[in-house]
């Protein structure tokens, strides 16, 4: 049985949830067919009063590339909105949702010199497990550059 990701249950579960003036704001939902991650997934503008600072993804599923590189949740803040935390704010605001899908514990994956978010899964309190070598048939990282990913695991309540 497919998790419902709709529009419908992120605003159910999400409302008006806010972190000051940060909120998220729903952009797309994709199918498992057309999702990068090959599950279904949400993404949403992270936004700062009616600004865009950047964007987050929910990935729900648990298929192996997901929990091993990708991770459940992917973010990027803009470079103006960068060093105010809104990358592990923005995390935080979707644990409901993640909760309600039963993405316990959630991993996190990022590139070992990123030293920014390494700095975000310290602050959330994410353990760091391992750094992993990517698959060479990884298209998506791979492509890019990216040989390896730091993995992390994060419980919460």
């Keep these: 049985m497919q998790p419902d990701?709709?529009?419908t249950h992120a605003s159910t579960i999400l409302g008006e949830?806010?972190?000051?003036?940060?909120?998220l704001q729903l952009d797309e939902i994709y199918s498992p067919t057309?999702?990068?991650w090959a599950v279904p997934a949400y993404r949403f503008d992270v936004m700062v009063g009616d600004e865009r600072a950047g964007t987050i993804s929910l990935r729900v599923g648990d298929n192996e590339r997901l929990v091993r590189f990708a991770g459940h949740v992917g973010f990027g803040i803009d470079e103006a909105f960068r060093g105010n935390r809104?990358?592990?704010?923005?995390?935080?605001?979707?644990?409901?949702?993640?909760?309600?899908?039963?993405?316990q514990p959630l991993w996190l994956?990022?590139?070992?010199?990123?030293?920014?978010?390494?700095?975000?899964?310290?602050w959330l309190g994410a353990t760091y497990v391992e750094t992993v070598d990517l698959p060479?048939?990884?298209d998506r990282y791979f492509a890019r550059?990216?040989?390896?990913?730091?993995?992390?695991c994060l419980e919460y309540a």
Aim: hydrophobic share 30%; proline share 7%; with cysteine.
């Design 17 to 23: 949830t806010r972190d000051g003036e940060l909120h």
């Design 86 to 103: 809104l990358a592990g704010r923005a995390v935080r605001l979707l644990l409901p949702l993640a909760r309600s899908h039963c993405l």
């Design 34 to 36: 057309g999702s990068p």
């Design 5 to 7: 990701v709709s529009p």
């Design 109 to 122: 994956g990022c590139n070992p010199e990123n030293a920014a978010s390494i700095r975000v899964m310290e």
């Design 145 to 152: 550059g990216e040989r390896q990913k730091r993995r992390y």
């Design 136 to 138: 060479s048939d990884y």
